[in-house]
T-cell receptor
Framework: DTAVSQTPKYLVTQMGNDKSIKCEQNLGHDTMYWYKQDSKKFLKIMFSYNNKELIINETVPNRFSPKSPDKAHLNLHINSLELGDSAVYFC??????????????FGPGTRLTVL | QQQVKQSPQSLIVQKGGISIINCAYENTAFDYFPWYQQFPGKGPALLIA?????SEKKEGRFTISFNKSAKQFSLHIMDSQPGDSATYFC??????????FGDGTTLTVKP
C-alpha cells in the first residue's frame, strides 16, 4: 500500500491553463505539505495543512491554491500556469503539527511541464 | 537569506570510501536536524536525524556529526556503496514543525 500517493505522476500543459494535482495519505497523519522542487533540485515548502487548517503559507503566488477536503487529502490547484511553474511537486505528510521531530513522508512527486 | 548552506554540490567517491556532506545553519532556533535521501524519480526519504543536545548519532554506515557552537552538522557515509548514489538533503526544523532544506548534494559512488 502506498503511504502517500499523488496523481498525476506527469502533467504537461500549455501556459495559461489551470490544473490540479491530488494527494492522498493513508498513514492517519494530521499534517500534510506541498513542496516544489525545481530543475536544480532545490526543495522548498509551499504550504502546510493540519487537520484541514492552513498553518504554513510561504511566499507563493496566489495562483496556487491548496484545498484540503479532509485530513487525508491535500490538493493543489494552479491557475494561469506560467513557464516558471515547471517543476516537480511533492506532497508529504507527518504525524502531528508543531513538532520538530516529526518525520515527513513524501509522495512520489508530480512532474509538471508548462509549454 | 539562506538559512541552511549545504556543500559540496556534488561528490564522487570510490566504492568503499567515506562520503562527507556538510551543512551550516544560521538560526539558533532550529532544534532538529534531519538528513534525507532522494533517488531519481522518487520523493525524499528520511535517512537519519539528530537533536542539538547530541554531538553524534550513528545508524549503520551513516553518522551525523553535530557541532552546536559552530552551527554545523555533517553526514558521513562509511564504506560507500554504488547503491548509495543519490541526492542528499540536510534540513533544519523549527519547533513549529517547519523544515527548511539545504540545496542538496548529488553523490555518485563509483564501483
Amino acid at each position: 500500500d502506498t503511504a502517500v500517493s499523488q496523481t498525476p505522476k506527469y502533467l504537461v500543459t500549455q501556459m495559461g491553463n489551470d490544473k490540479s494535482i491530488k494527494c492522498e495519505q493513508n498513514l492517519g497523519h494530521d499534517t500534510m505539505y506541498w513542496y516544489k522542487q525545481d530543475s536544480k533540485k532545490f526543495l522548498k515548502i509551499m504550504f502546510s495543512y493540519n487537520n484541514k487548517e492552513l498553518i504554513i503559507n510561504e511566499t507563493v503566488p496566489n495562483r496556487f491554491s491548496p484545498k484540503s477536503p479532509d485530513k487525508a487529502h491535500l490538493n493543489l490547484h494552479i491557475n494561469s500556469l506560467e513557464l516558471g511553474d515547471s517543476a516537480v511537486y511533492f506532497c508529504a505528510s507527518s504525524q502531528a503539527s508543531g513538532m520538530s521531530t516529526d518525520t515527513q513522508y513524501f509522495g512520489p512527486g508530480t512532474r509538471l511541464t508548462v509549454l | 537569506q539562506q538559512q541552511v548552506k549545504q556543500s559540496p554540490q556534488s561528490l564522487i567517491v570510490q566504492k568503499g570510501g567515506i562520503s562527507i556532506i556538510n551543512c551550516a545553519y544560521e538560526n539558533t532556533a532550529f532544534d532538529y536536524f534531519p538528513w534525507y535521501q532522494q533517488f531519481p524519480g522518487k520523493g525524499p526519504a528520511l535517512l537519519i536525524a539528530i537533536r542539538p543536545d547530541v554531538s553524534e548519532k550513528k545508524e549503520g554506515r551513516f553518522t551525523i556529526s553535530f557541532n552546536k557552537s559552530a552551527k554545523q552538522f555533517s553526514l558521513h557515509i562509511m564504506d560507500s556503496q554504488p547503491g548509495d548514489s543519490a541526492t542528499y538533503f540536510c534540513a533544519v526544523n523549527t519547533n513549529a514543525g517547519k523544515s527548511t532544506f539545504g540545496d542538496g548534494t548529488t553523490l555518485t559512488v563509483k564501483p
